[in-house]
């Protein structure tokens, strides 16, 4: 029996993806346990792992992706803070709690620690204090490969120009030089609190090989490694076509195969029963809009609602999150239904479609139970490249979220459902899903 870390962002899908893992690894005997400078302790634990808080101290970084628009009054202002920039970097790699962290690590002493891409300082303690190490994500590709744009874009092979080999690598200059940029005015903004400015330092003092070992410029903020193993629960067959780097191999998918649990609250739960139980001779939409956006998506969710509530033979289940206040949606048609969470895979148990903003989690889960996507992305992050990857592979159509009417939304809607050849296309990726079988966990193993 091994023991063996698990350091994970707080963002749902990915605490669902390694806790998941998490309980598949404790069945072949290994104590797993899982933390988290977050404060995600509760939801760990309800979904059955343990859980030690090691540092909780997040560092908030400076992760805002409009960085190059900052007023040029407030960046002369910012200036000022150079003066102090040792002070503040210490200052912040004071917040980072790497001596906790690096205690909490001996305390429990595993025998390999899976780590999170994104959060690269413990990776980065964990390998220097001797313990097997190894970066783990869900996403698709991070790297540049050959033929292969950066994720934020939504493009597919056949795409004109700017998908042909030149194209492509010209698309990646415009790219780490928007990346370079952003560091060196983050630098400059905060004045050493940085996050490539930290972990330089943290670097140094632990005798990290941060030159050798760290990549810059590959997709993912802030950084990436050269030769440490990454495993991307995630299929190739989904990716567009590439060669991962040597150090990359993916795994596969990780769903957790259980339902949700019942809602908490027994009337919703009750009026979420009743929606499904009639949705044999209905046609069920769920729309999924995730939780990482911030901005104010009222407008869009009203189209989506309406588009909806001009077919009286669909039903909309709808999970509002944070996100979205109900009282500003207007009247709701009575085939609409609002929650103030849903539990995802439950309703894609038995939808016969998805509207999605296209996040990995949903865009798996989906493929998992059979259903056709209506995506609409955001414009930032990596949700144009996975409703890009959709489109490719024929899994679904991709709308434009900025401009779609209700009845675009209808039509796109009808183009997916009872189509042949999505259903056909998504059995064919949700066999290459089961392929996998039990890759990731015997990958993890292998570490060992």
């Not at 413990?122 to 970066?135: F, I, N, S």
């Not at 590959?218 to 190739?236: D, K, S």
């Amino acid at each position: 029996m091994a023991k063996i870390l698990i350091v994970t962002l707080e963002l749902a899908g990915r605490v669902n993806t390694f806790a998941e893992l998490g309980r598949r690894l404790e069945e072949r005997g290994h104590q797993v346990v899982m933390t988290s400078p977050a404060d995600i302790e509760g939801l760990v634990e309800a979904l059955g792992l343990e859980f030690r808080v090691m540092s909780r101290l997040r560092p908030p970084g400076l992760s805002d992706p409009d960085v190059l628009r900052v007023p040029l009054t407030t960046a002369i202002a910012s200036l000022r803070h150079l003066r102090h920039f040792r002070h503040n970097r210490e200052a912040e790699i004071l917040r980072w709690d790497v001596d906790g962290f690096t205690a909490g690590l001996h305390a429990f002493d595993p025998d390999l620690v899976l780590c999170d891409i994104e959060f690269p300082m413990q990776l980065m303690v964990a390998d220097r204090e001797g313990y097997r190490t190894a970066a783990v994500c869900d996403q698709l590709a991070l790297w540049k490969r050959p033929g292969l744009p950066p994720l934020h874009l939504p493009l597919v092979p056949g795409d004109g120009w700017q998908t042909s080999r030149p194209g492509v690598e010209l698309l990646w200059v415009r790219y780490r030089l928007w990346k370079w940029l952003r560091f060196r005015l983050l630098q400059l903004l905060s004045g050493g609190r940085d996050q490539l400015s930290v972990l330089r330092e943290i670097a140094r003092r632990i005798g990290y090989p941060f030159r050798r070992e760290i990549q810059l410029y590959q997709w993912i903020i802030p950084v990436t490694f050269r030769t440490t193993p990454t495993l991307t629960f995630n299929a190739l067959e989904l990716d567009l076509p590439h060669r991962p780097r040597r150090n990359v191999e993916y795994v596969g998918p990780v769903i957790d195969p259980r339902p949700h649990h019942q809602l908490p609250n027994l009337a919703d739960e009750q009026r979420l029963q009743a929606v499904l139980d009639r949705a044999a001779n209905r046609t069920l939409i769920y729309g999924g809009f995730g939780a990482y956006h911030e901005g104010d998506d009222t407008s869009f969710l009203r189209s989506v609602i309406d588009a909806v509530g001009a077919e009286p033979e669909w039903d909309l289940i709808v999970g509002l999150g944070d996100r979205f206040e109900a009282g500003k949606l207007g009247t709701i048609p009575p085939n609409v239904h609002l929650f103030a969470w849903a539990p995802q895979r439950r309703v894609l148990a038995q939808a016969d479609a998805a509207v999605l903003h296209g996040g990995i989690t949903t865009v798996n889960e989906s493929i998992a139970a059979g259903v056709p996507m209506v995506v609409y992305p955001y414009s930032y992050n990596d949700t144009p490249g996975y409703a890009a990857r959709v489109r490719y592979h024929g899994l679904g159509v991709v709308g434009n979220r900025e401009t779609d009417t209700a009845e675009d939304i209808s039509e796109h809607l009808q183009a997916v459902l009872g189509n042949a050849q999505i259903a056909q296309n998504l059995r064919t990726m949700r066999a290459a899903f089961d392929d996998y079988g039990t890759r990731a966990v015997d990958a993890v193993e292998e570490l060992l």
